[in-house]
């Protein structure tokens, strides 16, 4: 069935290093995929996305790049700062039939928790 | 612009008690409405979506119910809780067009504990 998969679960760098956490997805039709980051006891609040239609995507300090073929997607945040450390999220879009057209659900990861110490 | 609003924020309900989460949107017409839930520590469930009223998909065979009586209204219920209902239950929205990205916007949440 529709999975995706998160790695690692858990990651823990130094103020100033990067971090990257790494996702596949199993359905070849998915053609979006965003990234949440969730503050402990709020909301997942999307911090960037990228189609099917573009290998990479940037902004300020995070990248997300995107493997067709290989059906990976990965998260890269440089510089990391200590407001960084949260719970972030991948996802995947599985397109649902809606009427004449069609909309999506998304299977989320596991989740990776990212503490950065300063 | 759109908003999404979710209540109670916190409950505490005893096992085999009745369960009622309202969701409600602002702001758009026919979106997409999802419930999710994230037991601690833990990854998001998806356990219902809707693409219109009274139309309800589930996910996960559960002790759950969904409900969408208005456009912008997505109801959770349960007869009778059990203790592994227990959780922070997120609500979601996301623009019901054909083609478009999905991207969703939260809910602040329930946090339910079932004792």
């Known amino acids: 069935g529709e999975n995706v998969e998160q790695h690692p679960s858990t990651l823990s760098v130094q103020e100033g290093d990067s971090a990257v956490i790494k996702c596949t997805y199993s359905?070849?039709?998915?053609?979006?995929f965003p990234w949440y980051k969730q503050e402990l006891g709020k909301r997942p609040q999307l911090i960037i996305d990228i189609r099917s239609n573009v290998g990479e995507k940037k902004d300020q300090r995070i990248a997300v790049t995107l493997n067709k073929t290989a059906k990976h997607f990965s998260l890269h945040i440089t510089e990391t700062q200590p407001e960084d450390s949260a719970v972030y999220f991948c996802a995947a879009k599985m397109s649902v039939f809606k009427g004449s057209g069609n909309t999506g659900k998304l299977i989320f990861g596991q989740g990776t928790t990212l503490q950065v110490k300063p | 612009s759109q908003t999404i609003h979710q209540w109670p924020a916190t409950l505490v309900q005893p096992v085999g008690s009745p369960l009622s989460l309202e969701c409600t949107v602002e702001g758009t017409s026919n979106p997409n409405l999802y419930w999710y839930r994230q037991a601690a520590g833990r990854g998001l469930q998806l356990l219902f979506y809707?693409?219109?009223?009274?139309?309800i998909s589930s996910e996960v065979p559960q002790n759950l119910s969904a409900s969408r009586p208005q456009d912008r209204q997505f109801i959770l219920s349960s007869k009778k809780l059990l203790l592994s209902d227990s959780g922070f239950y997120l609500c979601a929205w996301s623009v019901g067009l054909a083609g478009a990205k999905n991207i969703q916007y939260f809910g602040a949440g329930t946090r339910l504990s079932v004792l």
């Open positions: 809707s693409v219109g009223i009274g139309q």
């Open positions: 359905d070849s039709a998915s053609n979006y």
